[in-house]
């Protein structure tokens, strides 16, 4: 689709509506709330950034809350949403099949990232996902295996054995629906860089509403989860849809604010929660900024993050920030190694 690109701003004398900022504003809207003006944004753009930061479902189910007709481009959100709906329903029955057989064999199976999200904070259908991240625990690996291959899953590693000797987790295809694909995790990070207490983390779990055999984080270790995968996995340069996350979640229900910051020190999570806390406020809203205060580790990621966001970060710059996320530096060279085993 070629860019959209309105001359009324110019005729009038006024600024033009920044694309990434409406975009950003109407995700955070309530459903049915008026749209902000947009007469005289670029929609191509918008439209590259709904895409690539993975808000166009978002943005579709705001603007076909509304009546009226929209033009093109807003359409356009609207057909991403009602495709996402559909997508949502394929993974939803494919939750369901793992899960009661999870159930059945009394396989606690814990539902990561997207997988719990987009039930937990978001409307059917906004929140879009490539995969289903699950997490067992690791004695208990062979059995999900086990499991789903019986419901039609195959390894789609790679490199399954490296995975399993240097890694936390490995991929799984269904079989006859191969866009259906499981991130099965019998960990949550690399030595060095957390310590999950997983049998605790599985005991502070609750049930997945209307799944029965399917378990969801506690809300804190979720926040510092979330975080972590953004900012130490992935360098802070990461979707905006990973901050919309971390804003939805502070605003859905009560934080507390020392458990929290419990939490993301035991789990060496402490650098990286501020870094996403503070990115969240910077592109939706200030409700993240009274949750803890931000060291200086935090700060300057936050303002690395922004910056590799907008040059397509490289391997250098991930890096880089991944190094600062580290709570305790005494621990790189530690992560260092574990880095070079999986390379090789």
């Not at 991929?171 to 957390?194: A, M, N």
């Amino acid at each position: 689709m070629q860019p959209e690109r309105g001359s009324a701003a110019a005729s009038r004398g006024t600024r033009p509506v920044q694309p990434g900022r409406w975009l950003r504003r109407v995700c955070t809207l309530n459903p049915g709330s008026g749209l902000p003006r947009h007469e005289d944004l670029d929609a191509g753009l918008l439209l590259h950034l709904a895409r690539v930061h993975r808000l166009e479902s978002v943005a579709g189910a705001r603007v076909a809350a509304l009546s009226g007709r929209h033009p093109a481009w807003m359409r356009h959100l609207v057909a991403a949403w009602r495709r996402n709906l559909g997508d949502q329903a394929l993974f939803r029955q494919v939750m369901a099949e793992i899960s009661g057989e999870a159930a059945a064999r009394g396989l606690p199976v814990l539902a990561l990232k997207g997988a719990d999200l987009a039930q937990r904070v978001y409307g059917p259908g906004e929140r879009s996902s490539n995969d289903l991240d699950l997490l067992v625990p690791p004695e208990r690996l062979a059995e999900m295996e086990s499991l789903l291959g019986t419901v039609g899953f195959r390894c789609d590693h790679r490199e399954p054995l490296n995975a399993r000797k240097h890694w936390f987790a490995s991929t799984y295809r269904l079989i006859d629906r191969p866009r259906v694909q499981v991130d099965l995790h019998w960990g949550l990070g690399t030595p060095g860089r957390v310590h999950w207490d997983l049998p605790a983390l599985f005991e502070r779990a609750e049930d997945v509403p209307g799944c029965e055999g399917l378990l969801r984080m506690e809300v804190h270790d979720l926040l510092v989860y979330l975080a972590l995968h953004a900012v130490a996995f992935h360098g802070a340069a990461g979707r905006w849809v990973w901050w919309l996350d971390l804003h939805r979640l502070v605003t859905a229900g009560e934080i507390g604010r020392s458990e929290l910051v419990s939490r993301a020190r035991d789990v060496g999570g402490s650098v990286s929660l501020g870094a996403g806390l503070e990115r969240a406020r910077e592109l939706f809203a200030p409700a993240a900024s009274s949750l803890l205060k931000t060291g200086w580790r935090s700060r300057v990621i936050t303002r690395l993050g922004r910056r590799l966001e907008d040059r397509s970060a490289g391997r250098a710059g991930r890096w880089l920030v991944a190094a600062l996320a580290v709570d305790q530096p005494a621990n790189l060279g530690r992560i260092a190694l574990g880095v070079c085993r999986r390379l090789y």
